[in-house]
């Protein structure tokens, strides 16, 4: 286990419940459409499948550079897959896409990586162009945050992993679009256990102090004897929120009430301030490192960042950062063993040099500062 010199992930506490009164929930975001709310956003593609009736053997483009969940989905669902490269800026391939759209393709899939958007209105002009639909994957953007228009209302369906932003264990979100996709999932709610589990999880990510060790102990004693007992306690005890592998049997899972509480409590302007605020800190601070590079260097306005992607020069720079405790990530380990990466030289690339680095909101001045010098060693060294 790899341990930090600052947070991995937003922590929960107080102050982000604070609010002027006017409440702006991610939920209400899009009207009157239907939303679905699941646990993971991969169970929300998998049933945006079915929203487009999507039929075993029909195929599905999906860009070369990914995090595998999602292509399960599509593959467990039954459909298949093709995929299209992209550009090493994260921009999609168009001529890619065209060559590879055949009579059995049905959908496209679109990913705003990191929350910035992608050319979105290309996309639906040839999906329309085409006849086929469009999947907008923002799984990396706040709901209601965009560039002047709302990401995820450009797609048939939309699709958001709210865990993301939020420090809750789970969240996903299904938007159907289109007026003519009909969807009935009947939802499970979490079980007692995985409540437990959950409320234990949200505990320990709570509040940075000791106060809520013993109650985490507590639950964590109760799930392990009850995980030796029933196997639906064993579940709740095994599951993990950084396995990303597809679990066909909890897909009709849906959102936990603790989480959806946790979000439709959250302050946003200042979870959006905040993001904000230390991406363009950290911007500007490695402006001049010798080798890496911002993909984005100035923040667009309306834009809530996910994480920071930094074009590196090296391979592979998240190994020496995490060596010093810095919790950067690349998508080099959750490729899909189905892509033949060899001719996808883009998302070869980005997967070699692009990291994502933390900027989220419980990172403080200190932490931004201990981050740019931790990189600024490396590529200096
Ligand atoms: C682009 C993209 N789509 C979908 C997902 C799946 O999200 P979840 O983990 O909520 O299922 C991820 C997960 O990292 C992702 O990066």
Redesign the pocket.
């Known amino acids: 286990m790899d341990s930090f010199i600052l947070p991995k992930e937003p922590r929960l506490c107080w102050n982000s419940f604070f609010s002027d009164g006017v409440t702006r929930s991610p939920f209400n975001q899009f009207g009157n459409r239907p939303a679905h709310y699941l646990f ?4 929300a ?1 998998y049933h945006g499948l079915a929203a487009l009736a999507v039929k075993p053997g029909d195929q599905i483009l999906v860009p070369a550079f ?2 595998a ?2 292509v399960d989905a599509i593959l467990q669902y039954g459909a298949e897959v093709q995929f299209y490269d992209i550009n090493a800026d994260l921009t999609p391939n168009f001529s890619h896409i065209e060559d590879r759209i055949r009579e059995k393709t049905k959908a496209i899939l679109a ?1 705003h990586y990191c929350g910035f958007p992608q050319p979105i209105e290309e996309f639906r002009t040839l999906c329309r162009k085409r006849n086929i639909y469009l999947i907008e ?1 923002c ?2 953007v706040l709901p209601g945050m965009s560039d002047g228009n709302l990401l995820g209302s450009f797609g048939d369906i939309g ?1 958001f ?1 709210l ?1 993301k932003f939020f420090p809750i264990y789970d969240g ?1 979100l299904l938007i159907i679009n289109n007026p003519d996709l009909k969807l009935n999932i009947v939802l499970e709610t979490t079980n007692p256990f995985l409540s437990l589990k959950i409320l234990k999880n949200t505990l320990e990510r709570s509040f940075a102090n000791r106060q809520w060790s013993r109650a985490v102990a507590l639950a964590s004693v109760f799930l392990k004897i009850f995980g030796n007992l029933s196997t639906t306690a064993r579940d709740a005890r095994n599951l993990n929120s950084y396995d ?1 592998s597809f679990d066909l049997h909890a897909v009709n899972r849906g959102m936990s009430w603790i989480s959806k509480k946790i979000v439709e409590h959250t302050y946003l302007p200042t979870l959006i301030a905040r993001r904000r605020h230390n991406y363009q800190k950290l911007s500007d601070a490695i402006e001049n490192l010798p080798g890496v590079t911002a993909l984005y260097a100035k923040l667009p306005e309306n834009i809530t960042p996910w994480e920071f992607p930094l074009l590196s020069e090296r391979k592979n720079l998240h190994l020496p950062l995490r060596a010093r405790g810095i919790p950067a990530t690349t998508w080099g380990g959750v490729i899909h063993p189905t892509l033949r990466l060899e001719s996808y030289p883009g998302a070869q690339f980005l997967y070699d040099h692009l990291v994502f680095l933390p900027i989220h909101q419980s990172l403080e001045e200190q932490d931004i500062s201990n981050l740019t010098s931790g990189l600024r060693q490396i590529v200096t060294s």
């Open positions: 993971w956003a991969r169970n593609i990914h995090c969940t999602l990913i994957d799984a990396h699709v992993s865990r996903g990303l």
